[in-house]
């Protein structure tokens, strides 16, 4: 058989992709846009069109800023729309030849993208519903999100250390001023969402780990907690079911459910989405498991911008020993050999997808 006939015949891996959720756009990303995605005028105008009929700043300007703003680029009406437009030109410059993609799934507000990259939301659909959501909270966040580690140094999760956290969780809820939840099951973490006296005193009964954790995740209201049954109730008013179709790939969701493209319920995936997910924890942990189980990928493609998923992904990867691996050192080893997670915001990987 000669090389030619031999590439055109060249299986594709199979891949999963993940998207990003609210904290990926940080200092370093800034400009993410205008250095990797100058040729994607056609999705960033839409977006930028549709803020500017909203009164918004336009996601280029954002991204195009001289200078990084806490208070401007994590706030949740630029931040949503601003990850949006990254991940999806991100997904845009896969290489279909190389890649076969699988499923979608997504952290948190990654679930939006999620949608959107699968085919259940058309680009005008999905910039309408991520930037209603985001801006959801406009004039105050309700409550906040603090993020605590449940693994050791080989990244494991130690089941004492979870049922000792959750004991304390149950504890601090029996005072009446407290209300405070788990958010996200994210790898070897947990992401509570509660009210500010709630937090503040989950805070106080857990032990300060590597100088940095309990940590307060900043301009995070308590999403996926019942504390935002108002927000979904608002947001079912604003926004139609007739927005939804069903995806054209297998979409994973927080609570491990697959919506198949033959078989989805289109009005049930907008109850989920607008209700469900909005108002119950996010089990991002749970999603992986699926991904990898269900769906034997060769490779897990992280969605730019920023790369801070890759170690949840990790971790959940280690939880089931998939490919072996039983401990960080593991992790690292496999990926200076044959790298299975890849994360387009670092560019040595990003290579290993666009190219």
């Given at each position: ?170 504890e601090v809820n029996q005072d009446s001023a407290c209300d405070v939840h788990v958010s996200i099951n994210l790898g070897g973490y947990i992401v509570f969402g ?48 007739d927005m939804f179709s069903a995806p054209k790939v297998p979409l994973i969701d927080g609570l491990g459910q697959v919506w198949q493209p033959y078989s989805c ?6 109850n989920y989405t607008l209700d469900t997910q909005v108002v119950a924890p996010y089990n991002f942990s749970k999603a992986i498991e699926v991904a990898i189980k ?62």
């Amino acid at each position: 058989m000669s090389s030619s006939v031999e590439q055109s015949v060249k299986k594709k891996q199979r891949a999963v992709v993940i998207c990003p959720g609210r904290g990926t756009y940080n200092k370093e990303e800034l400009g993410y846009l205008q250095r990797l995605h100058g040729d994607k005028t056609e999705i960033i105008s839409l977006i930028d069109d549709y803020r500017d009929s909203q009164g918004q700043m336009k996601v280029s300007e954002l991204d195009g800023m001289d200078n990084y703003s806490m208070r401007v680029h994590t706030a949740g009406e630029n931040a949503s729309a601003l990850i949006y437009a990254c991940a999806l030109s991100d997904y845009k410059t896969i290489n279909e030849e190389e890649f076969d993609v699988v499923a979608v799934t997504g952290n948190s507000m990654g679930w939006y993208i999620a949608l959107a990259v699968a085919g259940a939301l058309a680009q005008p659909q999905a910039i309408e519903l991520i930037n209603t959501m985001g801006s959801m909270m406009t004039n105050g966040l309700v409550g906040g999100q603090m993020i605590y580690p449940i693994i050791n140094d080989d990244w494991k999760i130690e089941a004492e250390k979870e049922q000792q956290v959750m004991q304390w969780l149950a504890e601090v809820n029996q005072d009446s001023a407290c209300d405070v939840h788990v958010s996200i099951n994210l790898g070897g973490y947990i992401v509570f969402g509660g009210n500010k006296a709630g937090l503040k005193a989950l805070e106080a009964v857990l032990p300060v780990v590597q100088d940095r954790y309990p940590m307060n995740l900043f301009n995070h209201a308590a999403f996926h907690t019942p504390l935002l049954t108002d927000v979904s109730k608002q947001a079912m008013q604003q926004l139609s079911a007739d927005m939804f179709s069903a995806p054209k790939v297998p979409l994973i969701d927080g609570l491990g459910q697959v919506w198949q493209p033959y078989s989805c319920d289109t009005e049930q995936l907008y109850n989920y989405t607008l209700d469900t997910q909005v108002v119950a924890p996010y089990n991002f942990s749970k999603a992986i498991e699926v991904a990898i189980k269900e769906f034997a990928p060769d490779k897990l493609i992280i969605l730019g911008p920023g790369a801070t998923l890759g170690g949840a992904v990790a971790q959940s990867l280690i939880a089931h020993q998939w490919l072996d691996l039983q401990t960080k050192a593991d992790f690292i080893a496999q990926q200076k050999q044959d790298p299975f997670i890849l994360a387009m915001g670092l560019s040595e990987q990003r290579k290993l997808v666009v190219e």
